[in-house]
């Protein structure tokens, strides 16, 4: 059971949003969706949610044509940057119409989400403020208890203290009941221990698609004296490096060499530092 994206492409005008992408969603794992800004993460999630069409290629769920089919689309919620409920809808009467189209849908589970959050189920849409609103959204996609859940930008407006709730509520449900979850973020430094398996989008085109340990098992930073460095990194896989006052880190995609490493400094990469130097070369 998965979600299967193959060759697809998407264009605005002359501009490629998405250049044959290609990638599998396996059920049960948390996944994160990494790329900079314009990199191509929501027309991604719009095209496998069915919110935008592509240019070709596919995108089946457990097997079945994603396109314009509500049973296979029924199988996935996603939460954007839009709200599609009527913005003078009160939030105790968007959960009771949420459970008409998602029939899986825990309106008393929702309700206890709400007093968590501090969010009242007497207010309107229209009347929440951005963190609030992003926490009605949240609400409903922890709620809705489809198979799989694309959450884009997820904590937007969130102070640090809800995002940590939301964080701790999303995992002990994947806990109790494992899911697929597909997390588009910046914060990356926030979801690194969360997230098992790790996509990275750039310009366009896929060009990491692992598990997370295994990425970070598979790279790693020296650090020294120029010379050094530069004599240690010759016929290596380098990804990057930073140089400030004689000092050199070069950040490598490969297993450490200690032996020719002598008067070097060589460290593990944390998944924020292995994205920045991926996504800059």
């Excluded at 191509?40 to 089919?69: C, H, Q, W, Y």
């Excluded at 859940?149 to 937007?156: A, M």
């Excluded at 004296?225 to 490096?241: F, M, S, W």
């Excluded at 032996?259 to 990469?269: C, S």
Aim: net charge negative.
């Amino acid at each position: 059971m998965s979600i299967e994206v193959k060759s697809i492409n998407k264009y605005y005008g002359k501009t490629c949003a998405l250049n044959d992408v290609s990638v599998t969603f396996a059920d049960n794992k948390i996944y994160g969706l990494l790329g900079r800004n314009g990199a191509g993460k929501t027309s991604l999630l719009n095209i496998i949610s069915n919110r935008i069409f592509a240019e070709g290629g596919t995108v089946t769920i457990d097997g079945m044509p994603a396109l314009e089919n509500d049973a296979a689309i029924g199988r996935l919620y996603a939460m954007g940057e839009k709200t599609y409920y009527p913005e003078s809808m009160r939030i105790k009467d968007v959960f009771k119409w949420t459970k008409l189209f998602y029939p899986q849908f825990d309106e008393n589970y929702a309700k206890s989400l709400a007093d968590q959050f501090g969010l009242k189920l007497n207010k309107k849409v229209k009347s929440l403020s951005t963190g609030f609103l992003t926490i009605f959204k949240l609400i409903v996609a922890l709620s809705v208890n489809t198979p799989y859940l694309l959450l884009d930008e997820p904590v937007l407006g969130l102070d640090a203290n809800n995002r940590d709730l939301f964080y701790r509520l999303l995992l002990e449900k994947y806990s109790n009941n494992p899911f697929t979850v597909i997390i588009s973020t910046h914060l990356i430094e926030e979801v690194a221990n969360l997230i098992e398996d790790v996509v990275i989008i750039k310009e366009g085109k896929i060009i990491c698609s692992d598990a997370r340990e295994k990425l970070l098992s598979d790279s790693y930073s020296v650090s020294g004296k120029i010379v050094d460095v530069d004599a240690y990194t010759a016929g290596k896989e380098l990804l990057g490096c930073e140089v400030m006052a004689g000092f050199k880190t070069a950040y490598i995609m490969g297993q450490p060499d200690y032996d020719n490493a002598v008067g070097l400094e060589i460290a593990n990469v944390d998944l924020q530092k292995l994205f920045i130097q991926l996504t800059n070369i």
